[in-house]
């Protein structure tokens, strides 16, 4: 069936209302909140700091890790407490997005983590855990290219839309989603996931609709950077 008007109103290529907070946890080295709509993350950053076990740490540059969770009130029917697959996938496709802007090689030896839970989870909880981490990153002081900005795109039904709800995501036999992120400053493009289908043609309309998205996102983490530091010097 088509899809003409969108459950919440918003337009075909509008994100939901976004909101983001540096500086949320003390004891991290950095930490931030991201929200879109009911989706909430939040991010600490801790390190660098000794690896173990041992074999892991490399003398060429810092370790990365990314550890995702999703917990288990975040979402409407309990989530198992735990690692899963998901939890697994999720954490390293978060690290492999956001290591394109990290300069690590301080850090020989040394591991930089970094915690992403999710704690409401309506769709696109990847997306905003990547937003989170990379502000949690630059509020750490870690030294970094550009930020890391995420969406996930899609397809309901006939449309191509930007950043679905979980009832979009829920519609009829599922929506298609494209979660990507990007560093909006060089162009590159660091996550680019799809589970369902679509022709290369919508798949070329939802990447372009989601870079766009990406330029307006990267505006709220720019300003949550900001904010913290409003009035530093005076
Ligand atoms: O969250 P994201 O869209 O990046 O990943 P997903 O695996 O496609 O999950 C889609 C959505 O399903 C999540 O955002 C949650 O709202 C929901 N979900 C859930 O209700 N229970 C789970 N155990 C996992 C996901």
Not at 2 to 31: H, L, Q
Not at 72 to 79: A, D, G
Not at 175 to 185: H, I, K, V
Not at 199 to 217: F, H, R, Y
Request: aromatic fraction near 6%; glycine fraction near 8%; include cysteine.
């Amino acid at each position: 069936m088509a899809y003409n008007k969108r459950f919440d109103g918003r337009k075909f290529d509008e994100v939901r209302e976004m909101e983001a907070k540096v500086g949320i946890i003390p004891r991290a080295e950095g930490s931030a909140m991201f929200r879109t709509g009911k989706t909430v993350a939040i991010a600490a950053v801790y390190g660098p700091r000794g690896v173990f076990p041992a074999f892991l740490q490399n003398p060429k540059e810092g370790r990365l890790k990314c550890v995702y969770d999703l917990l288990s009130f975040s979402v409407t029917e309990r989530k198992r407490p735990g690692p899963s697959r998901r939890s697994t996938e999720i954490s390293m496709v978060t690290e492999d997005s956001l290591k394109p802007v990290l300069d690590l090689t301080k850090f020989s030896y040394l591991g930089v983590d970094v915690y992403v839970y999710i704690t409401q989870a309506d769709a696109g909880t990847r997306a905003a855990g990547i937003n989170a981490a990379a502000l949690a990153l630059a509020d750490a002081g870690m030294s970094m290219k550009d930020l890391i900005t995420s969406i996930a795109v899609g397809k309901v039904s006939d449309k191509i839309v930007v950043d679905l709800d979980k009832d979009e995501e829920d519609h009829e036999d599922g929506a298609t989603d494209l979660p990507m992120a990007m560093s909006t400053r060089t162009g590159e493009i660091t996550l680019l996931q799809m589970d369902g289908n679509m022709t290369q043609k919508e798949i070329k309309e939802a990447v372009e609709m989601g870079m766009k998205a990406c330029l307006d996102i990267k505006k709220v983490q720019v300003e949550a950077l900001k904010a913290k530091y409003k009035g530093a010097g005076k």
